[in-house]
């Protein structure tokens, strides 16, 4: 009798399956250390940086009146 091969397709979906989770887990721990950097959240902080924020936006019939 011929010996069959075993298909390894089942486990190598599976092992494809458990690494993307666990990065998309190591991923979502990494998404909000920016925000915990930062000491100043409060509404006068953010007022500041949005009064110093430079408008991009080339908008012409504004800018004509």
Not at 5 to 32: C, P, R, S, W, Y
Not at 41 to 60: G, P, R, S
């Amino acid at each position: 009798m011929a010996e069959q091969e075993k298909d390894n397709t089942m486990t190598v979906v599976i092992a494809v399956t458990v690494i993307a989770i666990i990065g998309v887990f190591l991923l979502k721990q990494d998404e909000t250390k920016h925000l915990q950097m930062s000491s100043e959240t409060t509404a006068a902080a953010e007022a500041q940086v949005l009064k110093q924020h430079k408008d991009f936006n080339n908008d012409v019939l504004k800018q004509a009146e």
